[in-house]
């Protein structure tokens, strides 16, 4: 997963090293602190740090003395109530720090949420490792004939094969020709802030990015979903599983009325109520354009 032994051997190092304190630590994302998942080809997401749990937004909410609990079952409905109503900032309680390895073109999509701090490995400083995200077979696709921002079927045969080809000599090609002007053997070498620009847009990034839980779970409202492209997508679907041991209610929560809900127009709406009442609405009679009324019924029909 791009982790080198002297790497991987650091981070047991650290969780061999058990801190006492006085705040408020989940089980849950103990299990996770430090550890890397792998994902896609060299990329990985890890938990560096966090702060919070499900009683941290509890008490936030009552704004309280104490930890703020007062049953389990309690703090489960409190959480549930907030959700369901958008009172977003008891969720902003909680903050965790990622270290995230992905392909730059992936980056380019991740660093549009704004609302994360964040920290990237320094190309002018550093030389990058020769890692290059290469798709599976499978995910080799053609363009989509229905959604011009996404893919179709995989391609096949001969085609794919010739793809992946020059996907492996273009990035091989173009790193072999970074490491020849950076050299410095028997010429000045390129500078590195200069030689990154002929690297092609899958080459491994790394960063640190520290969001709170509000601002996480608009994103991974955005990224998990279906519709988000596959490579973003498998990291928001690891962080999913990382959040869902972490805040047990929220991410319960999260998952009832944001990432499996649907927000319906109030054209939408009004067709739903008159189908209750025994109407059968069509295309023509819904009040929709005909792209709406397509999704409307891809909500129904589940
Ligand atoms: C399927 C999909 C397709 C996309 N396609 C494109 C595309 O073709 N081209 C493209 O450029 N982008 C595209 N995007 C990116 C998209 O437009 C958003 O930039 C990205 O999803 C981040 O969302 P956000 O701004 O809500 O998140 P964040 O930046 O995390 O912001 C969270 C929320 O904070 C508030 N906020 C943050 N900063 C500001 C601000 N400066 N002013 C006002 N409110 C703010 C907003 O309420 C915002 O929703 C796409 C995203 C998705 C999911």
Request: aromatic share 10%; net charge negative; hydrophobic share 40%.
């Amino acid at each position: 997963m791009g982790l080198s032994p002297e790497q991987l051997a650091e981070i047991s190092e650290l969780r061999s090293q058990a801190q006492s304190t006085l705040r408020a630590t989940a089980p849950g994302m103990e299990a996770h602190l430090y550890k890397p998942y792998q994902v896609l080809d060299h990329g990985f997401v890890r938990v560096v740090d966090y702060m919070g749990d499900d009683a941290a937004i509890c008490q936030a909410a009552r704004v309280s003395y104490g930890r703020g609990t007062k049953s389990v079952q309690n703090d489960d409905g409190l959480i549930r109530y907030l959700m369901r109503h958008w009172h977003s900032t008891p969720f902003e309680m909680c903050e965790v720090k990622l270290h995230v390895k992905l392909p730059v073109f992936v980056a380019r999509q991740w660093i549009r949420h704004r609302t994360a701090n964040v920290n990237e490995y320094s190309a002018r400083y550093s030389i990058l490792d020769r890692e290059f995200y290469i798709p599976a077979p499978e995910h080799v696709a053609a363009q989509s004939e229905v959604n011009n921002q996404g893919r179709g079927s995989a391609l096949e045969g001969e085609e794919a094969a010739r793809v992946l080809e020059l996907l492996k000599s273009d990035s091989t090609r173009a790193y072999d020709h970074y490491e020849e002007m950076i050299s410095s053997d028997g010429q000045q070498g390129l500078a590195r802030e200069l030689a990154r620009m002929n690297l092609p847009a899958n080459i491994y990034t790394q960063w640190y990015w520290k969001v709170d839980l509000h601002n996480l779970f608009h994103f991974l409202r955005l990224r998990a979903d279906a519709h988000a492209q596959y490579e973003i997508r498998v990291y928001a679907e690891e962080i999913c599983k990382i959040v869902a041991d972490w805040v047990p209610f929220a991410y319960g929560a999260f998952e009832e009325y944001r990432l499996g809900a649907e927000t319906l127009s109030a054209s939408a709406l009004d067709c739903v109520r008159r189908m209750l009442k025994g109407e059968e609405v069509t295309k023509e009679t819904s009040g929709m354009s005909a792209r709406e009324w397509r999704e409307l019924e891809a909500v129904l029909k589940g």
